[in-house]
Nanobody, 115 residues
Framework: QVQLVESGGGLVQAGGSLRLSCAAS????????MAWHRQAPGKQREWVALITSGGRTNYADSVKGRFTISRDTAKNTVYLQMNSLKPEDTAVYYC?????????WGQGTQVTVSS
């Protein structure tokens, strides 16, 4: 089974930027689609962005225009570029790979945005 490992989280001031990475232990094409989710303290995990195997992307309204999901197939890595960060973006960010009815999750990376 392909493992997913996130990195790139940290502490940033409001208005700043971070780039998260999700490295797969095998080919990311073993997944149909890949996505980023996040979970803020005391809240349910929510979907943030998706990239399909064909390269199409989709975003939650809350991050549209600020976040960009992309991939480097040679490095088997998916990225989430986060710009104009807000305190409400503070959460643990998780990478998810979909394969048919199944999915795999990474362990998460913490993003904290200070006001």
């Amino acid at each position: 089974q392909v493992q997913l490992v996130e990195s790139g989280g940290g502490l940033v001031q409001a208005g700043g930027s971070l780039r998260l990475s999700c490295a797969a232990s095998g080919s990311i094409f073993s997944f149909d689609n890949m996505a980023w989710h996040r979970q803020a303290p005391g809240k349910q995990r929510e979907w943030v962005a998706l990239i399909t195997s064909g390269g199409r992307t989709n975003y939650a309204d809350s991050v549209k225009g600020r976040f960009t999901i992309s991939r480097d197939t040679a490095k088997n890595t998916v990225y989430l570029q986060m710009n104009s960060l807000k305190p409400e973006d503070t959460a643990v960010y998780y990478c998810r790979g979909y394969s048919g009815p199944n999915s795999s999750w990474g362990q998460g990376t913490q993003v904290t945005v200070s006001s």
